[in-house]
Structure formats: structure tokens, C-alpha cells
């Protein structure tokens, strides 16, 4: 149903923006059990609607998602230049939103080559490489949305906007792992429970055939340095993660090993697991809302809690849809009112005025 879907779009950017903005404080962070509590008042404070404080502000993370939404609603067909012109005159406009060290470069050469070539800068770095930093996964959210009924092109879109700035293959192929959750999520249905080991298995059954199509490019050479089926690797342990929920403090675990960093390979798997943990009760996280759970669960992990809260949130706005996420909560969030435009517009572009 239409508002369903419209509700969704919303829910998605939404849970990106609030995982990014409540997250980014405790970036970089190591949280102790007594943290945990701290985090625990930090989102009771925030869902109360007579709780006054400056607005939390975004990152890189919304920074970027919100030129792929305007790459997406402003042209009738994916034009990468234009998007790579949106990155850079949008990191230029305010570069102190916290971007990755190596970023910074491509946006440079970028703006030097006068964009000759806008796929070359992000192919030179880390001495040919490429970047295998969640910069792609983060933004991924509104390819996700706008090609939630076109699954082919939702995945050369992503691929194609993610490696003007990441081309190695793990920090693609995670930002595709990112855009499939987000879209199996939109056609599930927010009335119903999830099961999260048969989502899981979803999610590997596609990244088996993502991680194929490297396979036969690179079919000359015989190393395999554990990149091939990194993802496929990643998922199993998501689901052996999912299968223990009733052990005790599986955190440690978690983050030794699906990770908390920086790179897509330690943050993706990583935010797909929050948000289908946190479907079901978690002991120290006071909440019946599936939406606050999954990013107060990401936070509390530690690491690249913006990056991992704005995954997962946008993963778990996208079943959830907006009506589920706390109004007061999302109000906390700069660019807060602007997100839903944002949402409401890349709604229309899809599918068209009037629905
Ligand atoms: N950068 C941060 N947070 C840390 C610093 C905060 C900042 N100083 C502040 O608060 O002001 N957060 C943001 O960066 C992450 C997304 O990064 P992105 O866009 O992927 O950038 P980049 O530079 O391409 O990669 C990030 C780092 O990953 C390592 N790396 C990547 N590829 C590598 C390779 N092939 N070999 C070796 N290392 C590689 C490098 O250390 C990169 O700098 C998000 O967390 C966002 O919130
Ligand atoms: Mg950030
Ligand atoms: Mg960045
Ligand atoms: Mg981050």
C-alpha cells in the first residue's frame, strides 16, 4: 500500500539521520558495562519530550546521503558526475563533519581534474587498492529505497556511486551487503515479525552471488587473500551470533568478531546483526522500541558507533517505518524536518505525484 511504502522511505532516512547524530559522541569510543548504563539514560533523555539541549548534529554519513538523494531525485537518469560534484561542493561547503582521512584526497583530485574522470581519483588510492572504508555503506540508503522493485539496478547504481570514492572490493561489496538489507527490509511487512536467522540466510543467499561475480573476474589468480567470500564469511557468523541470544554477553564477541571499525568488512555485518538482535529483547536496554533498541544496542558496541548506528538504524526505519520511531527522539537530530522532505521527495521521483 502507498502510505505503507511512503512511511517506509521515511523510516529509512530517518533511522540513518538518528543513528548518525546520537551515535557520533561516543565515536571512537571503548564502552564498559557501566557505559552502558550511561547510554541507556543518554536515549531516555533524548525520548523525553520535555528534555530541552542543543540539537545533535550529523556527520560525513548524512553529509553524503543527502547528495545520493539529490543525485537520484534532480536527474531522470543516474549521472555520476553530478553526484561526485554534489560530494565535493558539499564537503568544501562544510569539511569539519568528521570525514575519513583518505576522503579528503579524492575530493581533491576531484575538484583539481575538474572531474575529467570521476571514477580514476578513488581508484589511486591506497596505492591502487582503493578504499575499503564504509563511505559507501553509509550512504547507500536512498539507491536502496528508489530501486527497492529493480534489483539489478539497484545494485549497479550502488556499486557504480559507491566507487567514486571506494573501489576496493570489500568496501563495494559491502555497501551492496548494506543496500540489500535496506530493501529486504522495505518488503517486509512492519505488522509482522521478523525472523531474523531466515533474514540472515537471505542476505548470504545474495551475497553468495554478489561475491561470485568477483570470482570470475579474478579467475587467473589462484591467491585467495580471504576477500572472496569475506561477506558470505561474515554472514555465518551473524547467524551463529543470532542462534546464542540467550547467552550472556556475546558484546566482546561480537566485536572481536564481526568487528566495530572503520572498514565496511568490520561495520556492515556488524549493523545487520544489531538491528536483527535487537527484534528481540536485550537484557541491559530498557525499551519496548524496536527502533531505539537497535541503535542504542550499535552505540553501545563502540568503535564507529555513527557509522554503525546509521546502518543499522536505516535498516530497521526501513521495516519499521516512521510511525515507529519515538517523534521526540528524532527531533533531537539537526536536519531532522529536512530528512523527511528528503524522504518525501525521493518518494515522489520514484513513484511519481499524487501518491
Ligand atoms: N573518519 C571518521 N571517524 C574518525 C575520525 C573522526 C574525525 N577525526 C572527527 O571526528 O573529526 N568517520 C567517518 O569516516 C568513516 C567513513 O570513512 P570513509 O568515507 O570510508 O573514508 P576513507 O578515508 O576512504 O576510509 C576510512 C579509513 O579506512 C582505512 N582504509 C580504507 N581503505 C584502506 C586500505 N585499502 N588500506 C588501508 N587502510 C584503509 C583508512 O584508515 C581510512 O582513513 C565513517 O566512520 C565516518 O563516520
Ligand atoms: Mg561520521
Ligand atoms: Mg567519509
Ligand atoms: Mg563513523
Redesign the pocket.
Known amino acids: 500500500e502507498a502510505s505503507v511504502l511512503k512511511n517506509k522511505f521515511r523510516g529509512c532516512l530517518l533511522g540513518s539521520l538518528i543513528g548518525d547524530c546520537t551515535g557520533a559522541p561516543f ?2 569510543d571503548t564502552i564498559s558495562h557501566g557505559d552502558r548504563l550511561v547510554i541507556q539514560r543518554y536515549y531516555d533523555k533524548l525520548e523525553d519530550p520535555t528534555f530541552t539541549a542543543p540539537y545533535k548534529t550529523y ?3 548524512t553529509a553524503m546521503m543527502k547528495s545520493v538523494a539529490k543525485f537520484l531525485t534532480d536527474k531522470p537518469e543516474p549521472d555520476y558526475k553530478f553526484l561526485s560534484r554534489l560530494f565535493v561542493n558539499e564537503f568544501f561547503k562544510e569539511p ?1 563533519r ?7 584526497d579524492v575530493f581533491h583530485k576531484l575538484r583539481n581534474t575538474k572531474y575529467e574522470n570521476v571514477f580514476k581519483p578513488a581508484s589511486e ?2 596505492m591502487g ?8 555503506a ?1 550512504r547507500v540508503a536512498p539507491i536502496a529505497l528508489y530501486f527497492h522493485d529493480n534489483y539489478k539496478m539497484m545494485l549497479e547504481v550502488a556499486s557504480n556511486a559507491t566507487k567514486l ?2 573501489t ?1 572490493v570489500l ?1 563495494v561489496n559491502g555497501a551492496l551487503l548494506q543496500a540489500v538489507a535496506i530493501q529486504l527490509a522495505v518488503k517486509c511487512d512492519p505488522y509482522a515479525k521478523i525472523d531474523p536467522e531466515r533474514f540472515c540466510i537471505e542476505l548470504f543467499r545474495r551475497m553468495r552471488k554478489i561475491e561470485r561475480v568477483e570470482e570470475d573476474v579474478d579467475d587467473m589468480e589462484e591467491e585467495d587473500d580471504g576477500t572472496r567470500e569475506a561477506y558470505q564469511n561474515k554472514l555465518r557468523v551473524v547467524e551463529n551470533l543470532l542462534q546464542r541470544k540467550h547467552d550472556n554477553d556475546l558484546e566482546e564477541e561480537v566485536i572481536m568478531n564481526l568487528g566495530n571499525g ?2 565496511a568488512y568490520e561495520s556492515v555485518p556488524t549493523a545487520i546483526y544489531c538491528f536483527l538482535r535487537a527484534l528481540n529483547e536485550i537484557s541491559y536496554i530498557q525499551t519496548d522500541n524496536v527502533f531505539r533498541r537497535t541503535i542504542q544496542y550499535a552505540v553501545s558496541l563502540g568503535g ?1 558507533t ?2 554503525i548506528a546509521c546502518m543499522a538504524g536505516a535498516i530497521a526505519g526501513a521495516y519499521l517505518g516512521e510511525n515507529c520511531i519515538n517523534t521526540s527522539l528524532a527531533k533531537q537530530c539537526e536536519y531532522y524536518k529536512e530528512v523527511l522532505e528528503m524522504a518525501d521527495n525521493l518518494y515522489v521521483a520514484k513513484e511519481g505525484p499524487g501518491n
Request: charged letters at 20%; aromatic letters at 10%; glycine letters at 24%.
Open positions: 565515536e571512537g556527520t560525513d554519513d569539519r568528521g570525514y575519513g582521512q583518505n576522503v579528503i588510492q591506497f587498492a582503493g578504499s575499503y572504508g564504509n563511505g559507501g553509509m570514492t571506494h576496493n568496501g572503520i572498514s564507529d555513527d557509522t
